[in-house]
């Protein structure tokens, strides 16, 4: 029987969430446990996919009433709950 681990995060920014995903990504080792992360955002987040290029992502950040974020597979708007 394979264990798995959870982990269950309080609301956050998107900065932090994209972090602790690709944190966990490096960290893979093989036969490690799966894991299972539930997380949700603090505000309203747009991530930006590995291929999307735009050079200013970090200055629109500031004047814009949402977190813009980069994270290492596919971008994705978020909702906060």
């Keep these: 029987m394979t264990h798995w681990r959870l982990l269950q ?3 956050a920014r ?3 969430n ?3 995903n690709e944190a966990l990504l490096e960290c893979l080792t093989p036969g ?3 894991i ?3 997380y949700r955002w603090s505000r309203h987040s747009l991530s930006l996919g590995y291929h999307q290029l735009d050079e200013n992502w970090l200055e629109r950040e500031r004047h814009h009433s949402f977190d813009i974020a980069r994270r290492a597979s596919g971008g994705v708007v978020h909702a906060a709950t």
């Design 9 to 11: 995060d309080p609301p």
């Design 14 to 16: 998107a900065a932090w």
């Design 36 to 38: 299972l992360r539930l």
């Design 18 to 20: 994209m972090s602790v």
């Design 32 to 34: 490690a446990a799966p």
